[in-house]
């Protein structure tokens, strides 16, 4: 069994194709959320950051903060929108409207 099984064992090949999409239209900020959120232009910019996927070490050189600053802010925005984690931060900020 295990001979015949080596023999007629088949090779996967895994395809990967990039496909590029074009942008639909330019992106327009819900202000109305934002406000209605209470969310600062700071927290507004480390949600964008998360949604790159950028770490909290670097938000932090990016803005040249501390990264107790980041999570400090992080937090504050996690709290605003409701939410636990950096994933549904994104979500959350994506489906209103506060990032592209």
């Known amino acids: ?35 209605e959120f209470g969310i600062t ?5 480390i949600l964008e950051r998360i949604a790159s996927g950028m770490s909290t070490r670097e938000i932090a050189q990016a803005l040249f903060v501390s990264e107790n600053t980041v999570k400090t802010h992080a937090s504050r925005l996690f709290g605003k929108m409701n939410v636990n984690r950096r994933t549904q931060a994104v979500d959350v900020g994506k489906r209103e409207g506060l990032i592209p």
């Open 1 to 35: 069994i295990w001979l015949g099984l080596s023999i007629t064992k088949t090779k996967e090949v895994l395809l990967v194709r990039e496909v590029q999409v074009p942008p639909s239209q330019t992106f327009v900020r819900n202000e109305a959320k934002v406000s």
């Open 41 to 45: 232009p700071r927290e507004l910019e």
